[in-house]
């Protein structure tokens, strides 16, 4: 395990799921993960107060779907243009 995705999920509290966010201007995308690895879902949800609403429900829903004790958000950063 010396490759940088197995140190990033030893950073990660046993059985959390983590939700991983690509942001952009109008819809981001999040996938969810388990420490496995695995992803189980994948969607895109708008930058309003809906769409962030509709990605707390989505993580409550995979959180218990997948027997996962919590939740981490991971959201890329980097620098974009305006």
Do not use: C
Request: hydrophobic letters at 35%; glycine letters at 8%; zero cysteines.
């Amino acid at each position: 395990m010396r490759n940088s995705t197995a140190r990033k999920l030893r950073q990660v509290p046993f059985g959390d799921l983590t939700m991983g966010i690509d942001p952009h201007k109008k819809i981001h995308v999040s996938v969810a993960m388990t420490q496995d690895t695995i992803i189980h879902t994948k969607f895109g949800f708008a930058n309003s107060r809906r769409g962030y609403q509709e990605l707390i429900n989505k993580a409550k829903e995979q959180a218990v779907e997948t027997g996962s004790r919590g939740v981490i958000f991971a959201i890329e950063t980097g620098h974009h243009p305006s």
